[in-house]
């Protein structure tokens, strides 16, 4: 109650400060609706949102679970070759500067045009895939000096070093990259979705375009607090399964 009940007290006077600077001002609806009309819209359109939101949320949650499989398996299998990491890096890095607007439409052609979600899928999954490889791979390399020495005095083959030794020192820093990869997950399915050019999707991101092209902001602002809800969710998920890595490692 004491983490929550700071953040909870400031937003509910930025509410309130929102409220009135609308109503006292006159605001038009169409610029800045003022929050109980987005609480009035979030009520309204429950059903509507409750569906978008579900389908946003199991797209981020495939691309983050691939982005996961991939970038942390990638990372374990270069780890153990200095030349193979060499030539993978940089095409991560590439990977990772390249806008996701400029691939979308590669991707939407790839993936079929009958199946937008594989391509939204796939676009998320390729914003949220450097954190976990990074992540990874620099964990992987943060064993204790002496341990490996050690390691090396002994002669322990190359995967019992990595179970014993950096797998459990690369916890940390996978599980911290995989907390970032979440929220890119739901940024990334939400862009791909706006970028696709289709709304077979009918996640959020077609819901805020739908809202925005009828000047319906109410709508648009009640589509966000999902996705922030969304977004708060599972990032608090994944920082309750680092806790309990940690606390079983402690």
Known sequence: MSRALPP????????????????????????????SAVAMSLVERAPLLAGSALQTFRMALQALLAAT???????????????????????????????????APLVVIWSGLDHPDRAVVAL??????????????????????????LFDLYGAPPLQRLWRLRAPSALPFALEGVRVAAGLAVIGAVVAEFVSGSGATQGLAWRLLEAGNRLRTADMLAALACLMVMGLALNAGIALLERLCRARLA
């Not at 006077?13 to 409220?19: G, T, V």
């Not at 270069?78 to 996701?100: C, D, G, H, K």
């Not at 998320?124 to 895939?129: D, K, P």
């Open 69 to 103: 499989l991939i970038g942390g398996g990638l990372a374990l299998a270069v780890s153990m070759n200095r030349p193979a990491e060499r030539a993978v890096r940089p095409l991560a890095v590439a990977l990772q500067v390249t806008p996701v607007v400029a691939i």
């Open 124 to 149: 998320a999954a390729a914003v949220a895939f450097f954190p976990v490889f990074s992540g990874v791979l620099t964990g992987l390399k943060s064993a204790d000096p002496d341990l490996e020495r």
């Open 8 to 35: 909870l007290l400031l937003g509910l006077m930025l509410l309130a400060i929102w409220e009135t600077a609308c109503r006292s001002l006159q605001v038009p609806a169409y610029f800045l609706p003022p929050p």
